[in-house]
């Protein structure tokens, strides 16, 4: 499985950006897709998950209200609509998959998000 994310970049505060995450690969059948992000200097962070087959999300406290994860199963692609960006969004920002014990296993190559104040 290849994970390809693209849809970062360079945002004014308050501003938004929609992060796509394609999937490829001959079986493509994850229990879930999550996004994180890791700003410089500081550790890698969940963002968001949802599970592939219920829709279920599931956000970390520091972006609910105002990020949305999403997936086109037929497309097998994931989205991170994000809204009412904030300096502090500021960072690259990885897909990856999950299975049901809760590992994630594939990652893509990360997309830069910087938010200007």
């Known amino acids: 499985v290849q994970l390809q994310a693209s849809g970062g970049g360079l945002v004014q505060a308050g501003g938004s950006l929609r992060l796509s995450c394609a999937a490829s690969?001959?079986?493509?059948?994850?229990?879930?897709m999550g996004w994180f992000r890791q700003a410089p200097a500081k550790e890698r962070e969940f963002v968001a998950a949802i599970n592939w087959s219920s829709g279920n999300t599931n956000y970390a406290d520091s972006v609910k209200g105002r990020t949305t994860i999403s997936r086109d199963n037929a497309k097998n692609t994931v989205y991170l609509q994000m809204n009412s960006l904030k300096p502090e969004d500021t960072a690259v920002y990885y897909c990856?998959?999950?299975?049901?014990?809760?590992?994630?296993?594939?990652w893509g190559q990360g997309t830069q998000v910087t938010v200007s104040s």
């Open positions: 990856a998959t999950y299975r049901v014990s809760g590992r994630y296993d594939y």
């Open positions: 690969g001959r079986t493509f059948s994850p229990y879930g």
